[in-house]
């Protein structure tokens, strides 16, 4: 089974049109959509509050600042890849500085395949967070579960006088009964729909 992920949203920071052109080739539509664009660091923070994005790529200097401040920002707020682009004069000190905070830092100019990796690693590196987002909503929705049930065994000692031996039977003998789980058995509880 070939995987398949679902496409990566995209935002290009770049002042001019023909970074953003260069990239065309390597982000088809079928893979990333959409691709939306800002010129400035403030248009980019604008529509990183509209909208999350998996993929943020920059093309440093920018109008308003050089680029880094943001992807670091990025990096720290949201879960989102980011590349920086910044040019060769400056990539080794660049580099060091946003490698600390998680940016992928690539030197201008550079050639299609090596911007065609930093985006697989993107990618792989967007994947990695998108599954490790999926299990802490999992293990949230078992601790709400949990706390559910602790709240109705309480609701059973204190309004029956049962033991948390008894309160766990009775809720297991609910939700068998009435075949629901026992998080709806113990929802009825604490609702106030009595054993």
Request: net charge positive; with cysteine; proline share 7%.
């Amino acid at each position: 089974m070939v995987f398949e992920p679902e496409p990566y949203s995209v935002l290009i920071v770049s002042p001019g049109d023909r970074f953003r052109e260069s990239l065309s080739p390597l982000l088809p539509p079928g893979s990333f959509n959409p691709v939306c664009v800002a010129r400035s660091c403030a248009e980019a923070r604008r529509k990183l509050l509209e909208r999350g994005f998996d993929l943020v790529l920059i093309n440093s200097p920018l109008p308003d600042g050089p680029g880094l401040p943001l992807a670091e920002d990025l990096c720290a707020e949201t879960e989102a890849g980011v590349l920086l682009l910044v040019p060769a004069g400056i990539y080794e000190e660049t580099a060091a500085q946003a490698q600390q905070s998680g940016v992928i830092t690539l030197h201008k100019p550079s050639s299609r395949l090596l911007a065609s990796h930093s985006l697989q690693a993107l990618c792989a590196m967007r994947e990695r967070l998108r599954a490790r987002g999926r299990r802490q909503v999992a293990v949230e929705e078992k601790i709400r579960e949990l706390q559910m049930i602790d709240r109705a065994k309480w609701v059973l000692i204190d309004k029956k006088g049962f033991t948390e031996p008894e309160a766990h039977r009775a809720l297991e003998r609910m939700a068998m009964e009435q075949r629901i789980t026992k998080v709806q058995a113990a929802q009825r509880v604490v609702g106030g729909i009595s054993i």
